[in-house]
């Protein structure tokens, strides 16, 4: 288990009244930047991103609402709007006003930021973002969890796993085997399948049902063409939740693309399973957007 220093905590107010529980790590005055996890995780998931970039960089994480430490909310209260105005939130109680940052977003992380992409908060305060293993639309369509054919009984099929009310239960082998499958790629070492399973066991069922739901019916194409800030996106090539087909399109639809990469045999968990990969994405954004040059030991010192 990777070991962070003690970050210092707030908890932000959404514009519904929900808590977010959100950690800042680094100097105060470095280039900032501000991490947005997925589906059934939590700040935990950033850990190996945290600790390479937070020796000169100012690391913002949060718990999107429902997971971590982040309460569960009303039943009502699950809905791109509610990402997009946590995610704004956020942006205003961590960052100076006008102060801009590089966001990155992993799976329900990336379409925090579509949902966001017309926000004026997020306008003031995105100088780029990336969208790591993520997707716009038809997810349970193009999701390939299912050993099947596309098509309606797959979609149907896929629905039903990933929207399941059931338990997750205690991690164990089986477990393990299972996460593997359905989230990262085959040749995953045990002790990062062990990490994530850890971090998705730990979310409650209700919000991991309440966000499949709006997973689901997910649809924010607008919100690719309307993210006018540079986007990278990143992909690993044996991702079942949101394969490779959502980051090719979303490539060709954004405004401001700066590159696709793809990165052979990883599954969906790519800032887990290639951490020194999705660092290295997030520092090229904030050296070419941020000015933010690396320092001691990541300079080579």
Known sequence: MIRLPAP?????????????????????????VVLAHGWTCSTAFWAGQIRALAADH??????????????????????????????????AATLGPGERAVIAGHSMGGMTIMAAAGRPGFVQHAAAVLLCSTGPSRLTAEATVVPLGPGGLRTRLTGAVLGSKAPLGPV?????KVLRYATMGPGSAPDRVDACAR?????????????????????????????RVPAAVLVGTADRLTPPVHSRAMAEALPHCTGLTELAGMGHMTPVEAPEAV????RELTLTYLGARPTGKEAGV
Not at 62 to 71: A, K, L
Not at 172 to 176: A, H, I, P, V
Not at 203 to 227: M, Q
Request: net charge negative.
């Open 8 to 32: 210092r905590t707030h908890t932000v107010r959404s514009a519904d009244g929900a808590e977010l529980h959100a950690e800042v790590y680094g100097p105060e005055d470095a280039p900032a």
């Open 58 to 91: 100012r690391v913002i994480a949060y718990d999107q609402r429902g997971h971590g430490r982040s309460p569960v909310p009303a039943a009502d209260g699950y809905s791109t709007t509610a990402l997009a105005d946590d995610l704004e939130a956020v942006l």
């Open 172 to 176: 164990t082998g089986l477990s393990k």
């Open 199 to 227: 971090i998705v066991h730990a979310c409650p069922r209700p919000s991991r049902y309440g966000w499949s739901r709006v997973l689901a019916a997910l649809d924010l194409e607008a919100g690719v063409r309307d993210l």
């Open 279 to 282: 660092t290295a994405q997030i």
